[in-house]
């Protein structure tokens, strides 16, 4: 695998944290008036950055396809596990590094992992005003690991539809075509 597909796939993760910056920013202070309007920021939040983790897998998917087919390229069934390992890397290290500061390892870093995955913001909101490890449940930590593991699924579902051309839309819309 190259090591330029990863570096992508960082570069798409630090994309959709650079959208949700600006978009968390500008949801604050409706966000503290209402708690509709905190819950749609979560979504949407996690929705920008799994939806930049989308446009990565299905670039890749569609290369590797298009090489497979055109170019008698050998096919890499390993490939959507190893995109969904490596490409939100730096989210499964700063939930770890979480989880070794709410166990008193290191130190308390909370106020930086929000920073870093501005994504959740709004869903740690919903909870407590606070910042502080102390105040994250162990139930809030593993909430912020599916929030995590929300990129890891969006990427193999979608390299596989895509690699395998499956149109969900059609089959949703006019249902299962014969060929």
Known sequence: MKVSRIIKGWLW???GE????????????????SLLLMMFTGVSSVLI?????????HNCAAEDRN???????????AMPVKLA????????????????SKAGVIRDIFNIYIL??????AWVDQ???ERTIDVLSWGGLFGLLLLVL???ITIIVTYELVYREIDIAAILMYGKKDK
């Open 150 to 152: 929300a990129a890891p």
């Open 116 to 121: 870093a995955n501005i994504q959740c913001l």
């Open 67 to 77: 090489a497979v087919k055109f170019h008698k390229a050998p096919y890499d069934r």
């Open 127 to 129: 909870f407590t005003r």
């Open 49 to 57: 950055v799994n939806g930049l983790y989308f446009n990565f897998a």
């Open 18 to 33: 650079f959208i949700c910056l600006l978009f968390t920013l500008c949801m604050i202070m409706p966000m503290q008036r």
């Open 13 to 15: 993760w630090l994309a």
């Open 85 to 100: 390992l490596l490409a939100p890397l730096p989210q499964y290290l700063m939930w770890i590094a979480l989880l070794l």
